[in-house]
Structures are given as C-alpha cells and as structure tokens.
C-alpha cells in the first residue's frame, strides 16, 4: 500500500509563506513524479506543480516565481508557497504521478497514481 500524509497547511495573510510538506510511505513505480495539487471551493483540481527522480520540474503558470517544490530524498516531498494571495486559497493535494519520462504531462489528474488526503492552506487577512 501507498500512502502520502501531506502537513503544513494553516492561515496566513496575504504576502505570507507557508511550507507544505508530504510524507511518501514508498513508490509503487520508482520514477514516478512527486506533485502537488490543489482544489479551491467551487473550481476543479489542478496541477501546480511536480518534480522528477533527475530534479526536472513543472510549474503551472499562476504559481511560477512563487511556489518552490523539493524533496529530501525518495520519501518527502515539499512545497515552500510565498507571496501568496488569497486566490491560493484551496486544499492541496500530494501526489505520486506519470510525467514526462512516460510521455505524460505531470500536472493532468489523468497522470495521478496516488493521492494523498490534503491539507488546507487558507489566506486571508
């Protein structure tokens, strides 16, 4: 069995940092990607971003130049989100996925082969 056990989430105003972080209990496929989605109230989960066993990574637009993700290791996975705004606002998702070394695109709910349950990053002032 996979599990991923995503912490880190919280309240912070807008301009804040948080740090998000995923623990991996093991990879089912080696070379799968880690990622993080996210699904605000009343829109449609999205890829924001994911990397690769080489370090190759992908970013969706929105979050480019403010959201970093990392690993230590084959088993955490992270997300450092600065310079939020308050259209972070969502619950983010840590995932395992297919990427590009498949021919896939990392960030498609299509490419996913785990989830995790999600932590809440809420900004507000």
């Known amino acids: 069995q996979v599990h991923l056990t995503e912490s880190g989430g919280g309240t912070v105003q807008p301009g804040g940092s948080l740090k998000l972080s995923c623990q991996i209990s093991?990879?089912?496929?080696?070379?799968?990607?880690g990622a993080w989605f996210r699904q605000a109230p009343g829109k449609e989960r999205e890829g924001v971003a994911c990397l690769g066993r080489a370090g190759d990574t992908t970013y969706t637009d929105s979050i480019k130049g403010r959201f970093t993700i990392s690993k230590d290791g084959a088993n955490t996975l992270y997300l450092q989100l600065s310079t939020l705004k308050p259209e972070d606002t969502a619950m983010y998702y840590c995932?395992?996925?297919?990427?590009?070394?498949?021919?896939?695109?990392?960030?498609?709910?299509?490419?996913?082969?785990?989830w995790g349950q999600g932590t809440q990053v809420n900004v507000s002032s």
């Open positions: 995932a395992l996925t297919r990427g590009p070394s498949w021919g896939v695109d990392c960030l498609r709910m299509s490419a996913v082969l785990n």
């Open positions: 093991r990879r089912a496929h080696p070379n799968a990607y």
